[in-house]
């Protein structure tokens, strides 16, 4: 059942559009993303946000792997914006999911910058799906 919700959401574009376009790597990347960071397939979060009629928003530090040690504060922004882009790729349309040339340049650009945001508690937001 974890594979479903990448399953079905690739298989429903293949289907409309009978070609897997970059759209389709552009999600997948989404799910390989989290999974990297979770420890394991975020296929159970991503049918729980689904669900979800509220505020699809999940700190960071309860979407990182609990066997290991939570990062320092740096580390921890570092990934606070690599799974913020990660969420954007989820979004369910298509023609509203960033190209893999904008996911691309987000993730080149992101640059280290001096602020005092405790980025482990921060909300990341997922559309809703």
């Known amino acids: ?38 420890g394991s397939h975020p296929g159970d979060l991503l ?14 530090q309860d979407l990182l792997d609990s ?21 954007r790729c989820l979004e369910p349309s298509p023609s509203r999911r960033l190209t893999a040339r904008r996911v691309g340049d987000e993730l080149f650009t992101i640059k280290a910058r001096e602020d005092h945001v405790d980025y482990l508690h921060a909300g990341i937001t997922f559309p809703a799906l």
């Open 1 to 38: 059942p974890s594979l479903e919700l990448e399953a079905s959401v690739a298989g429903s574009e293949l289907a409309y559009t009978e070609n897997v376009t970059e759209k389709c790597d552009v999600y997948s990347f989404g799910v390989l993303v989290l999974e990297l960071f979770m």
């Open 47 to 60: 049918s729980s946000l689904s669900l979800a009629t509220t505020n699809n928003e999940l700190c960071l």
């Open 67 to 87: 066997r290991l040690m939570l990062p320092d504060a740096e580390t921890a922004r570092d990934i606070y914006r690599v799974l913020t882009v990660a969420a």
